[in-house]
């Protein structure tokens, strides 16, 4: 496999928009993670600006190699399958752990008694589960 | 529809086995339509003993559809974030409950999903009793409306896809 091919002028600015518009999403995710107030609002920035940061490379990443292969390229479509499943369930994991960690959310949230009252929901319901276990069969 | 048999337990988790492969190793080669075959066989049969219990997909195509529809609001719900993380206006963020028609774990997971990668919300739990879900929004102005919005354009399509 070699990579210094010669593309077309408009092949190539193709691909350098892509990849710059990649590295300004990106650039905006990490922004967003050091400016938003609390736990949960940063949460946003990585589940969402990152993926259209991280599209962006691949769309251009399969323009280059289509191109200088011949032939479509397709891994880019499994790191996006990839990606798009476990982005939104990392971000549940954390959000689940802020949430029966409590913590603290910005002054002005609205419904901001209600992770505290979903937190105690489970808690209830733990403690109903371990009263009332069902029998092991056998 | 594809049938289940015995031996492909989840014919639809063999589908996506096969494609997979092909994809992985971006060639439609014999050897490897063959060998992507047998994995998707054996797999899901030493595996599904695992799982929990698939729901029936019926409208495959809507799926598609869905799938579609999801991309492009991802993409919406980049340009509204980044807006919202570089505008210097203060967020009036929100945690809200949205209240769930839907029963089963594997369209609940799919919705939940959907709400996170889509505009300014991310879910972060599930009710023990599965009623609602507790989604933290980044900016609203109508809660109702929003609301309204994940039942109508996620929940309702998502209900049609898997019928209890």
Same mark, same amino acid.
């Given at each position: ?13 193709? /691909?350098? &928009? ?13 922004? !967003? ?5 609390? &736990? ?59 949430? #029966? ?25 733990? =403690?109903?589960?371990?009263? %009332? ?6 | 529809? =594809?049938?289940?048999?015995?031996? +492909? ?23 490897? $339509? ?15 003993? &695992?799982? %929990? ?9 809507? +799926?598609?559809?869905? $799938?579609?529809?999801?991309?492009? %609001?991802?993409?919406?719900?980049? *340009? #509204?974030?980044?807006?919202? =993380? ?8 929100? *945690? ?13 997971? =799919? +919705? ?7 505009? !300014?919300?991310?879910?972060?739990? /599930? ?5 609602? $879900?507790?989604?933290?929004?980044? %900016? ?17 399509? +998502?209900?049609?896809? *898997?019928?209890?």
């Amino acid at each position: 496999m070699h990579f210094e091919v010669h593309l077309p002028f408009w092949l190539e600015a193709l /691909v350098a &928009f892509f990849l710059l518009l990649g590295a300004v999403f990106a650039f905006i995710g990490s922004i !967003g993670l050091a400016r938003l107030p609390d &736990f949960y609002s940063r949460l946003h920035a990585p589940t969402k600006a990152t993926t259209l940061g991280v599209g962006g490379m691949l769309i251009a990443s399969m323009l280059h190699f289509s191109y200088a292969q011949g032939s479509l390229s397709v891994h880019e479509i499994l790191v996006a399958i990839f990606l798009l499943i476990s982005a939104p369930i990392t971000a549940y994991m954390l959000s689940k752990v802020a949430l #029966h960690h409590q913590s603290p959310s910005v002054q002005n949230t609205q419904g901001q008694d209600l992770p505290q009252q979903l937190q105690q929901e489970w808690h209830r319901e733990r =403690i109903k589960s371990k009263t %009332d276990k069902p029998k092991l069969p056998g | 529809m =594809i049938p289940k048999t015995p031996w +492909l337990p989840t014919p639809w988790l063999s589908l996506l086995l096969w494609v997979l492969w092909l994809l992985l190793n971006s060639s439609i080669a014999w050897g490897h $339509i063959l060998l992507g075959g047998i994995l998707a066989v054996v797999i899901p049969l030493l595996t599904h003993p &695992f799982w %929990d219990r698939q729901p029936d997909l019926h409208k495959p195509l809507k +799926l598609a559809g869905y $799938i579609l529809k999801v991309l492009w %609001d991802i993409v919406v719900a980049n *340009f #509204h974030v980044a807006y919202l =993380i570089l505008s210097r206006r203060p967020l009036r963020q929100a *945690f809200v409950k949205i209240p769930l028609c839907l029963t089963q774990e594997y369209p609940i997971t =799919i +919705l939940a999903s959907t709400i996170s990668l889509t505009p !300014g919300t991310v879910s972060t739990e /599930v009710a023990p009793d599965k009623t609602y $879900i507790l989604v933290h929004a980044l %900016d609203v102005a109508d809660e109702a409306a929003l609301i309204a919005e994940i039942k109508a354009r996620y929940e309702a399509p +998502l209900q049609e896809i *898997f019928p209890c």
